[in-house]
């Protein structure tokens, strides 16, 4: 009974955090599950789409045989992964909280720790994923950004669509319990380029990643 509506397309996902290194046993991370991007790489394989998940550091499996799933660590792996893929892609789907800084230096032995003195560390910016995808975007690809706002949420999303050169953006709302980071519910908001938006009660993931996908390319 399941169509197969998404049968000719390639779909990009990135999902999950970074890991940015500081020393062989220690990183800057966050507390992103890759759990969204996990549930929509299966939604779009189940309508028969052919998805590359490239995927942070996280501990989920994939089951559907037409993903093909890359396994990265830092933002610039990240970045290396989809800007080779991008190209041969239909759609890019950006689930990934990528780290927004990188330790300037990565030690090549464990940092030591002195008694007496703080650390500082130097941080030096990663580059945006989806700026880099939108710049080379081609009038049939559609790029799909994620939103995490804790204040004038609707503004900083609109203001996310123009920079990146997104088609859509998904509003996760950080104000409602058991949506976000970690959970195995979301609750979104999916707003397109003229600024249209739509809301969407709080659902398990897999039921959000079936609205995004009836929402932007259903
Ligand atoms: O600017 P901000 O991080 O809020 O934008 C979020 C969106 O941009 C998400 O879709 C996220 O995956 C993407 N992003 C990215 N590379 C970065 C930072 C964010 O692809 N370095």
């Given at each position: 009974?399941?169509?197969?509506?998404?049968?000719?397309?390639?779909?990009l996902i990135t999902a999950g955090p970074t890991y940015e290194k500081?020393?062989?046993?220690?990183f800057?991370g966050n507390?992103s599950?890759g759990?969204?991007g996990f549930?929509?790489?299966?939604?779009?394989?189940?309508?028969?789409?052919?998805?590359i998940l490239i995927s942070g550091p996280v501990?989920l499996?994939?089951?559907?045989?037409?993903?093909r799933r890359i396994d990265v660590e830092s933002a610039e792996e990240m970045y290396q992964a989809a800007i080779t893929e991008f190209?041969?892609?239909?759609?890019?789907?950006l689930c990934a909280a990528v780290a927004?800084?990188r330790?300037?230096?990565?030690?090549?032995?464990?940092?030591?720790?002195?008694?007496?003195?703080?650390?500082?560390?130097?941080?030096?910016?990663n580059k945006?994923i989806?700026?880099?995808?939108?710049?080379?975007?081609?009038?049939?690809?559609?790029?799909?950004?994620?939103?995490?706002?804790?204040?004038?949420?609707?503004?900083?999303?609109?203001?996310?669509?123009?920079?990146?050169?997104?088609?859509?953006?998904?509003?996760?709302?950080?104000?409602?319990?058991?949506?976000?980071?970690?959970?195995?519910?979301?609750?979104?908001?999916?707003?397109?380029?003229?600024?249209?938006?739509?809301?969407?009660?709080?659902?398990?993931?897999?039921?959000?990643?079936?609205?995004?996908?009836?929402?932007?390319?259903?």
């Amino acid at each position: 009974e399941k169509q197969e509506s998404l049968s000719k397309k390639k779909i990009l996902i990135t999902a999950g955090p970074t890991y940015e290194k500081l020393d062989p046993v220690r990183f800057i991370g966050n507390y992103s599950s890759g759990k969204m991007g996990f549930a929509l790489a299966e939604e779009c394989a189940q309508r028969g789409a052919e998805v590359i998940l490239i995927s942070g550091p996280v501990s989920l499996k994939v089951s559907h045989p037409n993903i093909r799933r890359i396994d990265v660590e830092s933002a610039e792996e990240m970045y290396q992964a989809a800007i080779t893929e991008f190209p041969q892609s239909d759609v890019a789907i950006l689930c990934a909280a990528v780290a927004d800084y990188r330790p300037k230096e990565q030690a090549d032995t464990k940092l030591k720790r002195t008694d007496d003195t703080g650390l500082t560390l130097e941080l030096v910016p990663n580059k945006d994923i989806a700026a880099a995808l939108g710049k080379v975007k081609q009038p049939e690809q559609l790029l799909i950004g994620f939103a995490l706002e804790t204040n004038n949420e609707e503004q900083n999303a609109l203001k996310k669509i123009e920079k990146k050169n997104l088609d859509y953006i998904v509003l996760n709302s950080l104000q409602d319990k058991g949506a976000g980071f970690q959970h195995d519910t979301n609750k979104i908001a999916v707003i397109d380029k003229q600024g249209n938006r739509r809301n969407f009660p709080l659902k398990d993931k897999k039921a959000v990643a079936k609205d995004i996908i009836d929402q932007t390319l259903g």
